[in-house]
């Protein structure tokens, strides 16, 4: 995880250290974000799972700060979780569960439930469909072995869409992607500044299957 958003990591780490059926370590990077701010300590202090701190300069690509955080990886898999998202229980059980039944390089869940916070809205989009093979899945929920991700180089050094990029160069390489179901997990979608995926909450809009008022995730999500 890469953070330049302090008041986001308590959340964030809270949800990492409710995972259930799964043995994690947290690897942040604290994207020109120092160690010794108070929401970042409160958030480390407050955290029951092993937590490994680097600070990265501000002025370095997004890309090469998740790969400076996954360098130190010490566990047999690597996550990439989104400091701003909301992810239930299961959710990295699901995705080695999914991992092991696909036979996949790469597995994630699809981008299916958006809580748009100016608006104070929920929508669900049912395009990207889950339990497929594709070459798409939800940028917060990529996993993959940490050999894998090794030989693969890691994510690309890029300002922004890192995920994308990273996904496209590995599917070509030969990587198998697998889309899993997005029912645990909800992406955060605010101003587009505040994005490296900036696209305008009309989209979202545009594309929905149903809107709720209000934070209506599934009930996966135990929120």
Not at 4 to 21: C, E, Y
Not at 139 to 155: H, K, N, P, S, V
Request: overall charge neutral; charged content about 20%.
């Amino acid at each position: 995880m890469s953070s330049m958003r302090p008041h986001h990591l308590g959340q964030a780490l809270t949800q990492i250290a409710r995972q259930r059926g799964v043995e994690a370590e947290v690897l942040l990077a604290l994207h020109g974000v120092p160690a010794g701010h108070e929401a970042v300590r409160r958030a480390l202090a407050a955290c029951e799972v092993p937590v490994t701190v680097v600070e990265v300069a501000a002025d370095v690509p997004f890309g090469t700060a998740l790969n400076t955080a996954a360098l130190r990886a010490g566990g047999d898999h690597i996550a990439k979780w989104d400091d701003d998202d909301w992810y239930g229980p299961e959710h990295l059980a699901d995705l080695l569960m999914a991992r092991s039944y696909s036979g996949a390089d790469i597995v994630g869940t699809a981008a299916e439930f958006f809580y748009l916070e100016p608006l104070d809205a929920t929508v669900r989009r049912t395009d990207y469909t889950g339990e497929i093979w594709s070459d798409h899945v939800a940028g917060g929920t990529i996993l993959l072995a940490r050999d894998r991700f090794t030989e693969t180089g890691g994510f690309p050094a890029l300002p922004s869409g890192v995920d994308a990029a990273f996904l496209k160069a590995a599917h070509a390489a030969g990587a198998r992607v697998y889309r899993t179901h997005g029912l645990g997990y909800v992406l955060r979608r605010s101003v587009r500044a505040q994005h490296t995926w900036r696209l305008p909450l009309a989209h979202f809009l545009r594309v929905a299957s149903n809107q709720w008022r209000g934070f209506r995730p599934s009930l996966l999500l135990e929120a």
